[in-house]
């Protein structure tokens, strides 16, 4: 019986030795596999944050040369600008024909909106300039068919008008050739002359242009994967 008792106790201290053994490695694998999962993320997190630093630090630069590059354009915008004379050779402070500071002439040349009543004064300035009388100018007025957006990617869009005028030949030629020298394009599809030297009616099918501002399609923040 006492050998029983001691073989019993034994046992006893043994199953928990055991029990005790078994607690000690299934917390040391909780543990392990803890660390192994807090040092991915760690290591995760610090890739992210390198990429990040790496990606901000490319904006940064690319900032100071857009700076750099903006200073530099500014520069030769205001010697463009004030220029004299002008490209056209007239005075760039000056009310003629052929007067204007140089950026209301390059965007004269190619406006951004479709703006009827504008082309209409242009085209009156330009042919009462010559001494030509106006019988009639006719220019279509639809702004639902030429809408004023800015565009990712505008396109030269043509405006046709017509008009008729009453002059002598001389007046008539240089006329014509005042479209042709514009800083703003006109193309003639039809010309119909009537008369005589000294009364010559004309009847002028003519194309004009303008193109739309750009947009930009700016993005605020970029995505770090």
Do not use: W
Not at 32 to 52: E, P, V
Not at 128 to 144: A, H, K
Not at 159 to 176: G, P
Not at 193 to 200: H, P, Y
């Amino acid at each position: 019986m006492a050998n029983k008792a001691k073989t019993s106790v034994k046992h006893l201290q043994m199953d928990k030795n055991q029990s005790t053994m078994l607690a000690v490695i299934a917390g040391a694998v909780v543990v392990t596999i803890f660390c192994l999962f807090a040092t991915k993320a760690l290591i995760s997190k610090g890739m992210y944050q390198r990429r990040a630093l790496h990606a901000r630090n490319q904006v940064v630069d690319q900032l100071k040369t857009n700076e750099k590059a903006a200073q530099t354009l500014f520069t030769q915008y205001k010697v463009f600008a004030s220029q004299a004379p002008n490209v056209l050779g007239g005075s760039p402070t000056g009310n003629g024909n052929l007067d204007g500071d140089n950026q209301r002439i390059v965007l004269d040349a190619l406006p951004s909106t479709y703006d009827a009543p504008a082309l209409a004064t242009s085209l009156e300035k330009i042919i009462s300039g010559r001494s030509v009388t106006i019988n009639s100018l006719t220019v279509s007025d639809d702004p639902s068919a030429y809408p004023d957006l800015a565009l990712a990617t505008p396109r030269v869009v043509p405006v046709i008008f017509s008009f008729e005028a009453t002059s002598d030949f001389s007046r008539s030629k240089q006329l014509m050739l005042d479209f042709e020298r514009s800083i703003r394009p006109f193309d003639l599809n039809t010309l119909e002359i009537d008369g005589t030297d000294t009364n010559l009616k004309m009847t002028v099918g003519m194309t004009t242009y303008y193109q739309a501002a750009r947009s930009l399609d700016l993005k605020p923040t970029k995505e770090v994967k």
